[in-house]
T-cell receptor, first 114, second 112 residues
């Protein structure tokens, strides 16, 4: 079935470096995408979202890029800090489509090396 | 700011027992969602409620049921528990689908 997935289960970066986490989706009808951060034993925490009518959105130290042509989503984290260590999920939804459950990707575990 | 409150935080049950998980959404949020997350897995959507009516249904087993009450809190009832039901159960709430969902801290259910 159609699903959202991440390319790498684990990503290790040096503290202070930039990190890029990728996600490929296959449902071309999805029009709303969210990145979540999940620390061990905690619920997913909203980071940033983007709608299909945009190709880039910036937050504090984070940028989400959306390439609808190749159905690709990425999360860029600038100047990574130890507190960024977590599992990152992308999620998709067709807003207003009557189905309001998020479809999550498989998650990338970001490890920040000192 | 008030967040999504889930109770209990941890629950241990034996096989074939029943369990009830509770979720209190952010005030004014009218939609509640339930997700199940197995060890090392991504969250899987179970069911959602909007204005106390079931809104959408995902991969929720027939042994599970849920409802949303007049104060908008929701309960997930799980019967005939199986070992495979051991997981983190998250509740999320939103005011609009396009509003981004806020997740609670989850209930860790262990079936022994």
């Amino acid at each position: 079935g159609e699903s959202v997935g991440l390319h790498l289960p684990t990503l290790s970066v040096q503290e202070g470096d930039n990190s890029i986490i990728n996600c490929a989706y296959s449902n071309s009808a999805s029009d709303y995408f969210i990145w979540y951060k999940q620390e061990s034993g905690k619920g997913p925490q909203f980071i940033i979202d983007i709608r299909s009518n945009m190709d880039k959105r910036q937050g504090q130290r984070v940028t989400v890029l959306l390439n609808k042509t190749v159905k690709h989503l990425s999360l860029q984290i600038a100047a990574t800090q130890p507190g960024d260590s977590a599992v990152y999920f992308c999620a998709e939804i067709i807003s207003g489509g009557g189905a309001d459950g998020l479809t999550f990707g498989k998650g990338t575990h970001l490890i920040i090396q000192p | 700011a008030a967040g999504v409150i889930q109770s209990p935080r941890h629950l241990i049950k034996e096989k074939r027992e029943t369990a009830t998980l509770k979720c209190y959404p952010i005030p004014r949020h009218d939609t509640v969602y339930w997700y199940q997350q197995g060890p090392g897995q991504d969250p899987q959507f179970l069911i959602s409620f909007y204005e106390k009516m079931q809104s959408d249904k995902g991969s929720i087993p027939d042994r599970f049921s849920a409802q949303q009450f007049s104060d908008y809190h929701s309960e997930l009832n799980m019967s005939s528990l199986e070992l495979g039901d051991s997981a983190l159960y998250f509740c999320a709430s939103s005011l609009l689908v396009s509003d981004g969902y806020t997740f609670g801290s989850g209930t860790r259910l262990t079936v022994v």
